[in-house]
């Protein structure tokens, strides 16, 4: 005997636990469907196009029961070095692996957030509706946001912690844990093996090489030549360029075949002004151990000086340049300073 409804209260009521219990289906579905993308990839990121962003995102109702991050790629600009689209793009897919690993028994959490990318050529229409304009760009869409443009944008500043960076700025939005990022070993267990076979096997070559001393160490060459390159390296700032993985030279944005080495400004540093300033110092470097280990040697005063004075000028000028490209980064000038006594 089917119950029946004695009011139009109870009426409105029962259509309310239908629409409700329909529309929770219904994120349901659409949850369980980007776990399943979720699940065919290998880092967890899922691809995007203007149809999913359609599906996933601008057709469902709000609040949705997830959130979306997503890296917006271009792979015609995967070229352009000063922008390190390749690496963000693997740094990103690295916090996604992270998060997923780190929840794999908290199912809950990881159905409250997914990690997503776009690319520029088959979804363009998306990149309008988010208002990207530039790269690189990763917007955080929560469950309550309903414009898309309005959506939580990271900072550009944030990009040069890479996955650090990434997952403090999922973590304070979201709540949620990503974890301690765990990178893989830059050497596999299968190149340590055979590494440590090869070494087994130059083992006695070279206990003969060393009881001989017929080595590297012993070669007062190699010597000279690893510290003239150890000067070099700590004096060009190279490992600033490594560690924010700076390019050598930038192309100008006004003058497309124009290339530019130098960048007016003290907040980046190109590779090529490492290069130049190391290569002025080292000179210097050079011309200094000539002054004090050669040149002291030599009996003829004549040839002491003409070099003396040389070495001089030489410094003089390469000093002057370093200054020179310093006050034209920085803004700031280098002034002499002359004793009170003296004026």
Not at 166 to 180: C, H, I, K
Not at 184 to 194: C, D, E, G, K, N
Request: aromatic share 12%; charged share 20%; net charge positive.
């Amino acid at each position: 005997m089917e119950p029946k409804i004695s009011s139009p209260v109870a009426l409105i009521f029962f259509l309310l636990l239908l629409l409700g219990g329909a529309v929770a289906d219904h994120d349901s579905n659409i949850t369980d469907e980007l776990l399943a993308l979720q699940s065919r990839s290998d880092s967890g990121v899922i691809h995007l196009d203007d149809h999913s962003v359609s599906r996933f995102l601008t057709s469902t109702k709000t609040p949705r029961t997830y959130s979306l991050i997503i890296f917006f790629d271009a792979e015609k600009l995967h070229d352009k070095t000063e922008l390190q689209l390749p690496a963000l793009r693997k740094e990103f897919a690295l916090v996604s692996s992270t998060f997923t690993a780190n929840n794999l028994g908290n199912p809950l959490t990881r159905s409250k957030l997914f990690f997503c990318d776009i690319e520029f050529k088959e979804s363009q229409s998306s990149f309008s509706l988010f208002g990207v304009n530039s790269l690189p760009h990763i917007r955080l869409v929560g469950p309550d946001v309903k414009s898309l443009e309005h959506s939580d944008k990271m900072s550009q500043h944030d990009y040069s912690r890479l996955a650090e960076s990434m997952a403090e700025f999922v973590e304070s939005r979201t709540n949620l844990s990503v974890g301690p990022i765990v990178r893989p070993p830059i050497v596999s267990r299968m190149q340590l093996m055979l590494i440590g076979v090869l070494l087994l096997i130059w083992a006695p070559f070279m206990i003969k090489k060393i009881s001989m001393g017929e080595t590297l160490l012993n070669d007062r060459k190699a010597w000279l030549f690893g510290a003239i390159f150890v000067y070099f390296f700590s004096v060009a700032g190279t490992m600033h360029t490594i560690i924010r993985k700076m390019p050598f030279f930038l192309v100008d944005r006004n003058d497309q075949p124009k290339l530019v080495f130098f960048y007016q400004g003290s907040g980046m540093q190109l590779g090529a002004e490492g290069f130049t300033v190391g290569f002025l110092y080292t000179i210097v470097g050079l011309l200094m151990a000539l002054v004090t280990h050669v040149l002291v040697k030599v009996r003829n005063l004549a040839i002491q000086r003409v070099v003396m004075i040389l070495a001089l000028l030489v410094s003089f000028w390469a000093v002057k340049k370093v200054i020179y490209l310093d006050s034209w980064k920085t803004g700031y000038g280098v002034h002499a300073f002359w004793p009170s006594s003296w004026n």
